[in-house]
């Protein structure tokens, strides 16, 4: 009698470490499907709203300052609740900021809201992250380049079912409704499957910037998301305004540039282990350099879309190792590298903009691959990544 009730025992343990090892994976699959679906359909909302070009960028403006402001809450959610509840609470509020994005009826509301998204999702994305450096430190596993691989699955197939939503003429209030339900379900699924983890000691202090050597894993962060944020917002308008390509070409950029990253990501973590981070890293950022002067010096838009594709291969892994390294030095370090990334996908694109306006297309994507040029002289000075 008691081998059986030993034995029950046992498999319940085994079917519950199981669970967990799929809850991670779940949840960054569910933030790219949430990120990507709000991207997919930002051309609706700014028709909806009836917003101009110039309106649209202050709006995207506001989700990357909520991003940045959100330290000071991530910080306290983490000291208070830890990274599981965290998780939980910031990843409702972020699907209920998703409909709330939708229903805006005016371009203030609607500013609000982005506002809101930028911080709820920087603080679920603290969180998570958080979650995945203890896992991969109590492991001694690399796994975060594939999880950041899902992510990315999640925000192509997003953006994906955007644009089948917008095929279909279903209004975005609609659709995010229909996501909102399924997608609170998962989540609830993915943090009841998650082990409890005990609350971070967070030292109580205002916000900050890394400082020492996590100050370069910081600049690393801001000039990553810099450099993935302008691909992400320019690479179509250069394909068009360059190459004169059409409305169903131009947005190839920047899916050739986010499937090589998905690759890329998928392999990463096995790569860690052979290479090394900095290595990876530096190498890594000099092969997207090459990738984006090659779309730049390209003769046709097929071939620049080539040069995009190799730019997203060398991109791919430095978010992961930044953030794992970052991590590895506890959830206050990690909350503010990933501020200060964030506050590079803020500036990115409107210095992208303006350079495009003086200097011209072909010089904004150059520039574009100076930064990755600059990445990777920092990349192998940065002790932390090794």
């Known amino acids: ?21 799929y809850a991670l994976p779940v949840l960054f699959t569910l933030f790219g499907l949430i990120m990507g679906s709000w991207a997919g359909r930002i051309p609706a909302l700014a028709e909806r709203v009836q917003v101009s070009h110039s309106a649209l960028s202050m709006v995207l403006l506001c989700g990357g300052l909520g991003a940045v402001v959100s330290y000071p809450i991530s910080a306290f959610l983490m000291g208070r609740f830890g ?8 990843g409702m509020a ?11 009826p ?25 979650s995945a450096t203890r896992r991969e430190k109590e492991s001694g596993k690399s796994e975060l380049s594939t999880l950041h691989g899902l992510s990315c699955a999640g925000g192509l197939a997003g953006a994906t079912l955007g644009s089948l939503m917008a095929s279909l003429k279903i209004a975005p209030a609609t659709h ?41 894993l910081g600049l690393l962060g801001f000039l990553g998301s810099m450099s993935e944020g302008s691909i ?9 305004e360059h190459f004169g390509a059409s409305d169903g070409l131009a947005p190839l950029a920047l899916s050739s540039f986010s499937v090589m990253m998905l690759l890329s990501r998928l392999v990463g973590d096995k790569l ?19 990738g984006l002067f090659f779309a730049v010096l390209a003769p046709n838009a097929y071939v620049a ?13 430095l978010f992961p190792f930044v953030f794992s390294a970052a991590g590895a030095q506890g959830p206050i370090a990690l909350a503010g590298v990933a501020s200060m990334a964030y506050s590079g996908s803020l500036m990115g694109p409107p210095v992208i903009g303006a350079v495009a306006h003086y200097v011209g297309m072909q010089a904004a994507i150059a520039y574009v691959g100076g930064l990755s040029i600059l990445i990777a002289l920092v990349a192998s000075r940065t002790r932390l990544l090794k």
């Open 305 to 317: 879309l080539g040069g995009f594709a190799i730019a997203g291969l060398g991109l791919a892994l």
């Open 106 to 130: 005016t371009v203030p509301r609607l500013m609000l809201a982005v506002l809101g998204l930028g911080i709820t999702a920087s603080t679920f994305d603290v969180a998570i992250n958080s």
């Open 1 to 21: 009698m008691h081998s059986t009730v030993t034995a029950v025992s046992a498999a319940r343990t085994s079917s519950l470490a199981q669970a967990q090892q």
């Open 272 to 290: 860690k282990v052979r290479f090394g981070a900095q290595r990876l890293v530096t190498l890594g950022s000099l092969v997207s350099a090459s």
């Open 232 to 240: 992400a917002d320019w690479s179509g308008v250069f394909l068009k």
């Open 83 to 90: 990274a599981r509840k965290t998780m939980l609470i910031s």
């Open 176 to 216: 995010f409704v229909m996501l909102a339900g399924p997608l609170a379900l998962v989540l609830w699924a993915a943090y009841s499957m998650m082990a409890e983890d005990g609350v971070e000691q967070v030292e109580k202090k205002p916000f900050s910037l890394p400082r020492g050597p996590l100050a370069l």
């Open 94 to 104: 972020l699907l209920a900021v998703l409909v709330a994005i939708g229903m805006a």
